[in-house]
């Protein structure tokens, strides 16, 4: 059989004898990238689409020191040689993120400072505890959508859409969530022929969103977002409008999607959980480890020449940041299975100035989601064979295609209701500690007893904090 001549793109070589990072020969990007590093080390030279040159940075320190290192290395598009060059041409299928916006992503100094202030304070007014609740109150009404039918698949019935209805409830716009938002959102960092369509649309929801929260303010993020002292543009209020909802979604529905699998198909993974020896919160630590939500981050640019990993990078050369090869490089990770319980130095949320800010949300709709979501379905299981599974690969991420399950049919349960987890009804039953009951019987008349206090209102002091108590747990 005749094999294709060097440069033919079924090698995934381009133009310089360069790998490329699309198309033939890049289907397993994570492969590409430990080809890379045998053969470069921490950064490698490679080809985005349409041939654009750019670096791809593998190692774990290096990643670090581009993206904390402000005064080497920038965030903002134009400084880039591809795009001063027109190498990159306005219709390159990443232009949504190579673009530069008037955002704190692409912004330094002061700006920056100003941008980035706007963002973290209005992140600052979100109510974590509340967020929590509706978190569980969604898992329970998707859940119900599906649970008496005794079997899911919790890629497009839950992780695609537990984290937009969140995020559309933060965002202040619950009315507009709906699939073309997921579907959109989901399209636009995959570098497709459709995603500067899906960008426009998006941007179209969140500039009416603007100006309806700019015209009359509710207690949302987007209105603490106008209203924050920066005193951001409509256009500047929009864009970070984007970015914290594409941003946090993809990352999001991603995570969920990949703790599920872990949890579906690594016994040793599941009796841990279980078994009480890992809680939620580490399974998504050891999850943002193994298989971070987005694999690249593109990207960042020199703003003088340096070297770095061996490199020597010229002014103006972009980088592409390499979260998923820097999560599994050897110098830091040596056996990459290995658990990293108590360990959060991963790449998942990048570093520096322009770390995740939104982080902790993602955390909490991975944690409550999944814990709630298990504890309705104890006994769910995969209803495949696990090398059945497949994901569709981009230059951002490995995202899941579907998850197929099967559990006993189960009943559809009241969204305001906190389902009581199996492991903490058996150890209330071990205890012998009867539960409370939801309605309190009023107390009968005592007698006076002139020889004792009257212990009837302390107890009725005591059942009315209670009530308030279990209010409170239910979320109502």
């Known amino acids: ?109 002061e700006e920056h400072l100003r941008l980035r202030g706007a963002v973290t304070g209005a992140m600052s007014t979100i109510d974590h505890r509340g967020i929590r609740r509706y978190i569980n109150r969604a898992t329970q009404d998707l859940v119900n959508q599906f649970c008496e039918e005794g079997q899911a698949d919790l890629v497009s019935q839950f992780a695609e859409r537990l984290p937009m209805i969140v995020l559309c409830e933060i965002l202040g716009m619950p009315d507009e969530y709906n699939d073309q938002l997921v579907q959109a959102a989901r399209d636009l960092p995959k570098g497709t022929e459709t995603a500067i369509a899906s960008n426009a649309y998006i941007m179209d929801v969140l500039m009416r969103l603007t100006a309806s929260r700019r015209a009359q303010p509710k207690d949302d993020f987007t209105s603490h977002l106008i209203n924050h002292p920066a005193r951001l543009t409509d256009d500047e209020v929009g864009q970070h409008l984007r970015v914290v909802l594409i941003i946090a979604y993809e990352t999001t529905a991603n995570l969920l999607a990949n703790v599920l699998r872990v949890v579906l198909t690594d016994p040793r993974f599941r009796a841990q959980l279980g078994g009480g020896q890992m809680t939620v919160p580490e399974a998504v630590e050891q999850s ?52 990293m319980q108590g360990n959060r130095s991963h790449l998942a949320f990048s570093g520096g100035p322009h770390e995740c800010p939104g982080q902790d949300i993602g955390r909490a709709i991975a944690e409550v989601g999944v814990d709630a979501l298990l504890t309705r379905l104890p006994d769910v299981e995969l209803a495949c064979e696990e090398h059945e599974l497949s994901w569709r690969a981009s230059i951002s991420n490995r995202h899941l295609v579907e998850l197929p399950v099967q559990f006993a049919p189960k009943h559809q349960q009241d969204v305001m209701a906190r389902p009581e987890h199996p492991l903490t009804a058996q150890r209330s039953k071990n205890r012998q500690f009867s539960p409370p009951p939801r309605q309190m019987a009023a107390p009968e008349p005592v007698a006076p007893q002139p020889a004792a206090p009257e212990p009837l209102p302390e107890a009725a002091r005591r059942r009315g904090v209670f009530r308030r108590l279990l209010r409170w747990w239910r979320g109502d």
Request: negative net charge; aromatic residues 6%.
């Open 1 to 109: 059989m005749a094999t294709p001549p060097p440069g033919c793109p079924a090698h995934g070589i381009g133009p310089g004898g360069l790998r490329r990072l699309y198309g033939p020969g890049a289907e397993d990007l994570g492969a590409v990238y430990e080809e890379l590093r045998a053969e470069y080390g921490a950064v490698a030279p490679v080809l985005l689409h349409d041939d654009v040159p750019i670096w791809v940075v593998l190692g774990h320190a290096e990643n670090m020191h581009a993206v904390r290192t402000p005064s080497q290395f920038s965030r903002d598009t134009r400084l880039w040689n591809s795009m001063q060059d027109g190498t990159v041409k306005p219709d390159h299928p990443l232009m949504p993120h190579l673009a530069w916006q008037p955002i704190c992503c692409h912004a330094e100094g």
């Open 288 to 339: 943002l480890w193994d298989e971070p939500p987005f694999s690249t981050l593109l990207g960042y640019f020199a703003k003088q020449e340096t070297e770095l990993g061996g490199q020597r990078i010229r002014k103006g050369d972009g980088l592409l940041v390499g979260l998923a090869p820097g999560n599994v490089d050897p110098r830091v990770r040596p056996d990459p299975k290995a658990h």
